[in-house]
């Protein structure tokens, strides 16, 4: 198996390259389960975020890092849209998203009690890797629906064009494969 080795914050990790259509291929990178990559790297985008009164991100692979992130900035709440409306949610809003990662539509959904958290708040949107922007489109769009105000939008790699944008933070760029 062909591998991409990252090299992020002093931390080395050899990603597996994987095929996602005929002409792309991306190395891939999962936070889930890598406490060390997850606490090197959180305080890195804690200092350069702006002041901000709450973390946002999609469920599931940026929840370690914004818990992270929010024990960093002693913030004592963070909220996370589902992916899909549970039992438990009162009139939640929802977003629809085209993801390049899971290759279909997928949603984004917030309780009423995510709501009110999130409304008149100084928002910034967290995640593990930022690509096409599509996620963290759909994301920022949920968040103003909510009623917040998008000030920051971070993650720890930025993939391939996305390393260009002038938007967001990030600490290291991931590239692209293409055949």
Do not use: W
């Not at 593990?128 to 917040?148: M, Q």
């Amino acid at each position: 198996m062909n591998t991409y080795e990252l090299k992020i914050a002093g931390l080395k990790r050899n990603l597996p390259i994987i095929q996602l259509n005929e002409n792309l291929k991306i190395a891939s990178f999962v936070i889930l389960g890598d406490t060390e990559m997850v606490a090197t790297t959180a305080p890195l985008i804690a200092e350069k975020l702006p002041e901000v009164d709450l973390l946002v991100t999609a469920e599931a692979k940026g929840i370690p890092f914004v818990y992270e992130i929010a024990k960093q900035l002693n913030m004592a709440k963070y909220v996370v849209a589902r992916k899909s409306i549970k039992a438990y949610m009162s009139s939640p809003i929802v977003h629809e998203v085209e993801s390049i990662t899971t290759q279909k539509t997928q949603t984004l959904c917030l309780d009423t009690e995510d709501v009110e958290r999130i409304k008149g708040q100084r928002v910034a949107l967290i995640d593990d890797v930022i690509s096409t922007g599509e996620s963290l489109k759909a994301l920022e769009e949920l968040v103003e629906k909510a009623g917040g105000n998008v000030v920051a939008k971070a993650a720890i790699l930025a993939e391939g064009e996305a390393a260009n944008r002038d938007d967001i933070l990030f600490i290291e760029k991931l590239p692209l494969f293409t055949d």
